[in-house]
Structures are given as structure tokens and as C-alpha cells.
């Protein structure tokens, strides 16, 4: 289902600029405005869906394989050491355009990015914590 005010949907039926990388049907990338590094593009299903819980798994294996094509091409053309990929999901994990999207960051070695903060694990609670998630697989 399209949603009217989605600002990608918006991209999707070419209402908005954007600056595409790939078009392949059921899936649009295109460069994020705003980059982590520049050549940061999104990879977004043509079909709004929220959050990837709501991506049937056909559209997100597709999502996948043009991430990876994307990751592969910032390495050769853009000259990148490396790519993040990232997926904001939920508010709380800092998702701001609630239409589903997969970030492929290039990477630099010079690009003086730090990798997130890492806590502990108090002793036992690492297989507590390891039940309680595998409980709902
Ligand atoms: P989120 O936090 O939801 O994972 O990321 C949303 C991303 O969309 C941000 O990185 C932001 O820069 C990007 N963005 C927001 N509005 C637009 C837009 O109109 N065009 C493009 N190309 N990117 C956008
Ligand atoms: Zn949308």
C-alpha cells in the first residue's frame, strides 16, 4: 500500500527529486541528502512498509542482494575501505521516515567514525538474556 504523505513514497512516484542509484522494479535506491559520507544512499521497496517487521521476506531478500550490489560499486568507484549497512527500526532506534529503508554507508579509513559504545554483561545475564530472545524465534 502507498502512503500519500511519506516523503519516499514521494521519491518512489517521482513527486520529489531524488538522485537515483538503482531501479529494478519492486525496489528504488537513491542517495541520502543528509550522508553519514558522501555516496550514503537508501535502499527502499517501491511498497511502503513501516519497519522490516512489516517487509515480506521476498522484498527484503531483494533489498539485501541491491545492498550488497551497492556496497561492492562505493568500493570501486567511490574508492571506499569498507561499507556499514544499517536499518533504524523504531523510533527508539532512531528511525525518523517510517518507511522501511536500508542504509549503505561508505566507509574510509580516514573517515574518523567510531563505532558505538559497548556496555557489559553483569555474570549470568548474558544466558538470561540469551533465553528470553530465543523463547520468541
Ligand atoms: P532514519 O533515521 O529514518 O533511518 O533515516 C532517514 C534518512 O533519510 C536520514 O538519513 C535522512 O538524511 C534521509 N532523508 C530524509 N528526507 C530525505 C529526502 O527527502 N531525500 C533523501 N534523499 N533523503 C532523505
Ligand atoms: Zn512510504
Excluded at 86 to 93: E, I, L, S, V
Aim: charged content about 30%; hydrophobic content about 40%; some cysteine.
Amino acid at each position: 500500500m502507498e502512503n500519500k504523505d511519506c516523503i519516499f513514497c514521494k521519491i518512489v512516484r517521482g513527486e520529489i527529486p531524488s538522485s537515483n542509484v538503482l531501479d529494478n522494479g519492486k525496489i528504488i535506491a537513491f542517495l541520502d541528502v543528509n550522508p553519514v559520507n558522501k555516496g550514503h544512499v537508501l535502499v527502499v521497496a517501491k511498497e511502503h512498509y513501516e519497519t522490516l517487521l512489516d517487509i515480506p521476506d521476498n522484498i527484503i531478500k531483494d533489498m539485501i542482494i541491491a545492498a550488497k550490489k551497492i556496497g561492492k560499486s562505493q568500493r570501486k568507484a567511490l574508492k571506499a575501505d569498507g561499507f556499514n549497512l544499517g536499518m533504524n527500526n523504531f523510533a527508539a532506534a532512531g528511525q525518523e521516515v517510517f518507511h522501511a529503508h536500508i542504509h549503505v554507508i561508505p566507509r574510509f579509513e580516514s573517515d574518523g567514525l567510531k563505532h558505538w559504545p559497548a556496555k557489559k554483561y553483569d555474570e549470568g545475564e548474558m544466558d538470561k538474556v540469551r533465553e528470553k530472545i530465543a523463547t520468541f524465534l
